[in-house]
């Protein structure tokens, strides 16, 4: 028997942008992009038709900006989906290949992301688990200084992004993926853990250990339908996929009020 057809809506580059542009997503503004390439349907070009649409709703003056995640390069004994055995440890910390922004992978995030992290001009930022990936003109200025003892706080993109009045758009993504709501962590009481990963040094490869805010997505869902229902969150629909369009500084804002009063806790930081 010959297989089912591909499940719709079909999708183009040029369906994408119409959709992109009811939505509100205008030329020359920054935005961060949380994405499902699943989502949308079926779409002729994959995600580099989608990334193209990107780029011709925002113009030449825009800015794209996607999570480029790449978070194996950690601690083993702290990996659970799944675990390695102990004996192992050792070796994935002397081994594990240095993050370096050109070629290390991302993990997680979907392939539009490493479709953005691969494309010609694109810059990256320098954490070793959570960079980011940017296009267009303000892509310097959200990825420099991405320091490797703030994951998503006031020294990463995330910050940057807030100074520069960027939106967020969860293309067929949920809240839980949002990481703005990662910057609020920051500005609550929170706990403080080591963190390590390998990365290039001048004396060369180096597995480091730092002290950062324990960060985790537990709650974002909950957070994210409350932060919907309070504020003004743009909806709509690109292909099959639900979008959601509001700025990333209303955002973190509502989520420091949401996690102080979620999350209670007090601890020397």
């Known amino acids: 028997m010959s297989p089912p057809p591909q499940a719709g809506p079909l999708c183009t580059r040029g369906s ?9 997503l ?12 699943s989502s949308l349907g079926w779409v002729c070009g994959g995600a ?29 004994a702290d ?13 994935i910390r002397a081994c594990m290949p240095p993050y370096d922004p050109r070629i290390t992978p991302t993990r997680g995030v979907g ?20 960079s980011f990936a940017a296009l267009g003109p ?14 998503l706080g006031e020294r ?6 807030e100074e520069a009045g960027a939106r967020i758009l969860l293309l067929g993504s949920g809240f839980d993926t949002c990481t703005a709501f990662h910057l609020a962590e920051y500005r609550v009481p929170a ?46 629909r690109v292909g099959g996929a639900q979008a959601r369009l509001f700025p990333l500084a209303d955002a973190v804002a509502y989520a420091v009020t949401w996690l102080r009063e979620h999350r209670p806790l007090s601890v020397p930081r």
């Open 16 to 24: 994408i942008t119409a959709a992109l542009r009811d939505l509100g």
């Open 26 to 37: 205008r030329p020359g503004e920054t935005v961060l992009v949380h994405s499902s390439l």
């Open 48 to 76: 580099e038709a989608v990334v193209r649409a990107l780029m011709d709703t925002l113009g030449d003056d825009g800015t794209l900006v996607v999570p480029a995640h790449s978070g194996g390069n950690s601690e083993p």
């Open 138 to 151: 303000r892509a310097a200025e959200i990825v420099d200084g991405h320091a490797l003892d703030c994951q």
């Open 156 to 161: 990463s993109p995330l910050a940057r992004l």
């Open 111 to 130: 392939v539009i992301p490493e479709t953005v992290r691969n494309w010609p001009g694109a810059l990256r930022s320098a954490h070793p688990q959570t």
């Open 191 to 236: 706990a403080r853990v080591d963190n390590s990963f390998a990365v290039m040094t001048p004396e060369g490869r180096r597995w480091s250990t730092v002290r950062d805010v324990a960060i985790t997505s537990d709650g974002f869902a909950e957070l994210g339908a409350a932060f919907a229902k309070d504020c003004a969150v743009v909806r709509g």
């Open 79 to 91: 990996w659970h989906n799944p675990p390695v055995p102990e004996a192992w440890w050792a070796a």
